[in-house]
């Protein structure tokens, strides 16, 4: 079933949960975690505290699935820029990036909370999951010619540190308040892991 079609089905479900985390997200800005809870949830999003269980267990029910909703639209994004073996490692590598980037500033209030704050670990943990997998992915669709290959680089190394450094960009980016657009990050990025492969 693809998004549109849950869209088509229930879109007062889709619309309830949207508001829960919202509520959610608004609640973290004002308080520690430990103090949110279901009634005050319900309160700020003007919906019944019953109608909270109707779709989450608890709190951290609601935020492993926000992490999933989340991880499904970023590989959703990252699946809309697929590797093109006419361009260089590099140039693919910062389409990527500029799409993910987009991505993170179009939604950036919610980014912002969940992965600029240390109060809410399953988020980064959720993405550096994902972003492990793509890059493993996007490893072995490059093949025996990848800059990777030739290095003799092996791969799970590669996947950590390629992971660790985009996650930890990403934060650092949020946290500051994004002072540079998702095109000027993409290619300082792009450019550093070219300088990186140079030094020998």
Do not use: C
Not at 135 to 149: H, V
């Amino acid at each position: 079933m693809t998004e549109h079609t849950k869209l088509r089905i229930d879109p007062r479900k889709i619309r309830t949960r949207q508001l829960l985390k919202d509520a959610f997200i608004d609640l973290l800005q004002e308080m520690d975690i430990e103090k949110i809870t279901v009634n005050r949830i319900a309160e700020r999003s003007t919906i019944n505290r019953v109608t909270f269980y109707l779709h989450y267990r608890d709190i951290p029910d609601m935020m492993e699935k926000m992490a999933d909703d989340m991880a499904e639209d970023i590989q959703r994004v990252l699946n809309q820029s697929p590797v093109n073996h006419s361009v260089e490692e590099i140039d693919s590598l910062m389409l990527v990036l500029v799409s993910l980037l987009e991505h993170i500033a179009e939604h950036s209030k919610f980014y912002k909370i969940i992965l600029g704050s240390k109060r809410t670990p399953i988020f980064t943990e959720r993405l550096l999951k994902m972003l492990s997998g793509t890059i493993a992915s996007r490893i072995d669709k490059l093949g025996s010619d990848s800059i990777l290959t030739k290095s003799g680089i092996p791969k799970d190394i590669a996947v950590w540190y390629g992971s660790a450094a985009l996650i930890g960009t990403i934060v650092a980016w949020l946290r500051n308040d994004m002072p540079y657009t998702p095109l000027f990050l993409a290619k300082q990025f792009s450019m550093l892991v070219r300088n990186h492969h140079a030094i020998e």
